[in-house]
């Protein structure tokens, strides 16, 4: 069964610091991979998707930057925090399922930056 | 203009009650495919049922099922007899095109959802 594995859950970080978040997912090939912060109380944003090693596309400039060094690793990372980073940060993978294209989240990361 | 509108920012509902939240989308795009998601105070996010555009009939899951109209440009979320558990976020999201086209999902601001003993 495909699973898809997060961490750390959650991390307290001062301005200033590098951030390096990790997701891998196990039981699948070639996976959609992407990276979606939520803010307090809203909705999802989409901050990059990859379809492939080494293939980013980013939806929103800003602070971070995301690599995918292998198949089923999807890496967000930034090199300065800033307090406006903070927030939940979520990896997902989709894949096409011959009915419909599902997605599926990992648990979390939960980011304060102090 | 939102292309995945949830009105609903907060609802209170009593246990064992059904349940209706709303869900209206727009695009051009003839297929494209609706999902509901429960995310918990925990933060996981939960699949709950999907609905293609070219689907017949209605998507149900378990106490989970989709009102979805058409033509009016629905997806409405019903849950039946409502549970204390059932109490979370609720968040209606689009993907537009099939197979490989198209990568990303459209998210509605979502629904919290609060269930009364």
């Known amino acids: 069964s495909q699973t898809i594995h997060q961490w750390p859950a959650t991390l307290v970080q001062p301005v200033g610091s590098p951030l390096s978040l990790e997701c891998t997912v196990e039981?699948?090939?070639?996976?959609?991979l992407y990276w979606y912060r939520q803010a307090a109380g809203r909705g999802l944003q989409l901050l990059f998707y990859?379809?492939?090693?080494?293939?980013i596309s980013s939806e929103v400039p800003q602070n971070l930057s995301a690599s995918r060094p292998q198949d089923r690793q999807f890496i967000l990372s930034s090199k300065k925090l800033l307090l406006s980073d903070s927030g939940f940060y979520l990896c997902?993978?989709?894949?096409?399922?011959?009915?419909?294209?599902?997605?599926?989240f990992g648990s979390g990361t939960r980011l304060t930056v102090v | 203009a939102q292309k995945i509108t949830q009105t609903q920012p907060g609802m209170f509902v009593q246990e064992k009650e059904a349940v209706t939240l709303d869900c209206t989308y727009d695009?051009?795009?003839?297929?494209?495919?609706l999902f509901w998601y429960k995310q918990p105070s925990s933060g996981e996010m939960i699949f709950l049922i999907y609905?293609?555009?070219?689907d017949q009939q209605n998507a149900t899951e378990g106490r989970y099922s989709l009102n979805f109209q058409k033509a009016r440009k629905s997806a409405n979320l019903v849950i039946s007899a409502s549970q204390l558990g059932d109490s979370a976020m609720y968040f209606c999201?689009?993907?537009?095109?099939?197979?490989?086209?198209?990568?990303?999902?459209?998210w509605g601001a979502g629904t919290k959802l609060i269930i009364k003993p």
């Open positions: 997902a993978w989709s894949a096409w399922t011959g009915l419909n294209y599902g997605y599926t």
């Open positions: 039981g699948t090939s070639n996976p959609n």
């Open positions: 990859s379809v492939g090693i080494g293939q």
């Open positions: 695009t051009s795009d003839p297929s494209y495919g």
């Open positions: 609905q293609g555009s070219y």
């Open positions: 999201a689009m993907r537009e095109g099939t197979g490989d086209s198209n990568y990303q999902l459209i």
